[in-house]
């Protein structure tokens, strides 16, 4: 299995501008998770979705962001406009929905909004 | 917040077995302990989950204590590959409302 594939693995944007960051997970996983590290703030969870459904958003940080789910092995996750505080690595992992089962991370995306 | 506490830093000789501590005192009996590790710039990485067992497969062991209060993630050969931030998790195995809260981690440096 190719594991999780995120895209792009890195993005470079002015502030104002849209970004939308891709992930596939791996084939058969039905949980999908949007995190999101920096220095300051370590690895936080930002939403993640069953079934295609999102379930918790509540680590969202506001408005400007937003992610789908428009079919099983496709998400997006999206910043309009972007601001610089937006610079992180962002980090999509999947899961299989059993007890005791574990999320597999993908390589992640490096945002640098000037 | 993270229901578990770790030492900021440590540091192993390659070769040596590398031993992590992790306090997770207020872990309930249906949440399992997993550890995760993340090497510069790349995505975390599972490495071993436990309930109440000791576990082992190919990359480390873990050990529980009886009343399932602390664990030790035990690197039994250490190599320079596994220098890296370490992540203890409790996290409820059959609920996943609850989803993985990842603390500052240890820093283990493993020196030549």
């Known amino acids: 299995d190719a594991g999780v594939i995120q895209s792009p693995r890195h993005e470079v944007t002015e502030m104002g501008q849209e970004v939308t960051l891709r992930c596939k997970p791996i084939?058969?996983?039905?949980?999908l998770f949007w995190y999101r590290q920096t220095m300051m703030r370590g690895l936080e969870l930002l939403i993640y979705?069953?079934?295609?459904?999102?379930?918790?958003d509540s680590g969202m940080p506001e408005d400007r962001f937003s992610a789908k789910m428009p079919n099983a092995s496709f998400s997006t996750l999206k910043i309009q406009p972007s601001e610089p505080r937006d610079s992180a690595v962002y980090f999509c992992?999947?899961?299989?929905?059993?007890?005791?089962?574990?999320?597999?991370f993908g390589p992640g995306t490096r945002l640098t909004v000037l | 917040d993270a229901k578990t506490t770790q030492p900021t830093s440590m540091d192993c000789a390659e070769g040596r077995a590398a031993n992590l501590p992790c306090n997770h005192s207020?872990?309930?009996?249906?949440?399992?302990v997993y550890w995760y590790r993340q090497i510069h710039s790349q995505g975390p990485q599972y490495i071993i989950h436990?309930?109440?067992n000791n576990e082992t497969n190919e990359m480390a062991s873990l050990i529980i204590t009886e009343d399932r209060k602390s664990s030790t993630l035990i690197l039994p050969h250490a190599t320079l590959r596994d220098t890296a931030v370490y992540y203890c998790?409790?996290?409820?195995?059959?609920?996943?409302?609850?989803?993985?809260?990842f603390g500052p981690g240890t820093r283990l440096s493993v020196l030549p």
């Open positions: 979705f069953n079934n295609n459904v999102p379930i918790d």
């Open positions: 207020t872990i309930s009996g249906n949440e399992y």
């Open positions: 998790i409790v996290r409820v195995g059959d609920n996943y409302g609850q989803n993985f809260v």
């Open positions: 436990g309930l109440k």
């Open positions: 084939s058969g996983h039905d949980y």
């Open positions: 992992a999947s899961s299989l929905g059993v007890a005791g089962d574990t999320q597999y």
